[in-house]
């Protein structure tokens, strides 16, 4: 499941406020309340960060709202991640730590490296459905950070970046105000989102380097991704047992954290890490395990099938699925 952090998702939802929106009209746009109850280190679900900036974009009628969102970043927006990149010696160091542990604040894209000759390539290809604005703010985010690690260090604006490329078809305006915002050629309609810039820039050193306070964030970090992926891993553990079960027939929380060997409040604990819940899990394999059997058996067997003790209770859960009945349903297909 991919997410982001909650700290990535605030720093947007503190942007927005600061332009005059309050954070729960927001997240009620967004159909989102949830957020306000969310445990710490608990993770936002990708399609809420996606919707947050598609919001952003739409309420303040800024086609560029992602742009001044990633100029806007923090080194505390990305969480531990933000201090490890900052306390390392150079670029070149804290693009092998973004590498590392880019998941930390979001597992949304999948993030590559590479130098050739005298240029360096960083490329980001999302992995969910999303909108510019996300890819905006990913690629401002970047050349800011840069921009705030090196300071001094920074060469003049017409000689870093080399240029920045974008997969998406920007009008002619918003190319040229994106031109004057990042300092550098925009290239748009174009096969991959990435930034180009000289390699000289990678042994340039930060003027925040800091090896003790490094050490220490890479400890932190590397155990922080170690429990994502625990987390991650309980989730599909989960999901796999239930796609083997022959019927969903008593399918409980207790049942599933035996197996686990842990309480179902831990277990719910560390599912909630992810944003999930293990009734969501049991209610997506009910919904496929429909679409995949209905009109090949009766609706009472069906229903037993799926763990429904009661036909009314299926009747409702695929009211609330597919907004019909299952014989409107049948009858439509």
């Known amino acids: 499941m991919q997410t982001t952090s909650q700290r ?15 954070p729960l009209v927001v997240l009620q746009a967004i159909d989102f309340e949830e957020f306000s109850r969310y445990r710490k280190q608990q993770r936002v679900a990708a399609h809420y960060y996606c919707a947050l900036l598609d919001y952003g974009k739409e309420a303040l009628n800024d086609p560029l709202f992602g742009l001044r969102l990633g100029n806007d970043i923090h080194h505390y927006d990305y969480g ?4 490890l990149v900052e306390s390392s010696e150079n670029l070149a160091v804290a693009i092998q730590h973004l590498l590392a542990f880019d998941q ?8 590559e490296f590479r130098i050739e000759q005298q240029r360096a390539t960083l490329r980001w290809t999302p992995q969910v459905q999303c909108s510019e604005q996300v ?24 000689q870093a970046p080399n240029h920045i490329s974008f997969c998406h078809p920007f009008t002619t305006a918003q190319r040229e105000e994106m031109i004057q915002q990042l300092g ?12 180009v810039f000289p390699s000289e820039l990678l042994s340039l050193t930060f003027r925040s380097e800091n090896p003790q306070l490094h050490q220490t964030m890479v400890a932190i970090s590397q155990q922080e991704l170690s429990e994502l992926h625990a ?3 309980l989730k599909d553990q989960i999901i796999a047992l239930l796609q083997r079960k022959p019927d969903l027939q008593d399918c409980s929380l207790i049942q599933f954290a035996n197996v686990f060997h842990m309480s179902p409040r831990t277990l719910q604990r560390q ?34 099938l799926l763990g429904f003790n009661e036909q009314s209770s299926f009747n409702r859960a695929f009211k609330r699925w597919f907004n019909c009945s299952p014989r409107v349903y049948l009858s439509s297909n």
Not at 104 to 111: C, E, F, H, K, R
Not at 184 to 195: G, K, R
Not at 275 to 298: N, P, S, V
């Open 271 to 304: 599912l909630k890490k992810t944003d999930c819940h293990f009734a969501t899990l049991l209610d997506d394999e009910r919904k496929q395990r429909t679409l995949k059997y209905i009109g090949q058996m009766r609706l009472g067997d069906l229903s037993l």
């Open 135 to 158: 890819v905006l703010r990913n690629m401002a985010t970047w050349l800011a950070t840069t921009k705030q690690l090196l300071g001094e260090h920074m060469p003049e604006d017409d």
């Open 231 to 233: 987390n991650h891993c």
């Open 104 to 111: 930390l604040v979001a597992n949304i894209g999948q993030t």
């Open 184 to 195: 550098c050629q925009i290239l748009v309609n174009q096969p991959f989102n990435e930034i």
């Open 80 to 83: 531990v991640l933000g201090y």
């Open 8 to 22: 990535y998702f605030s720093s947007a939802l503190d942007f927005i406020e600061q332009c005059g929106i309050t």
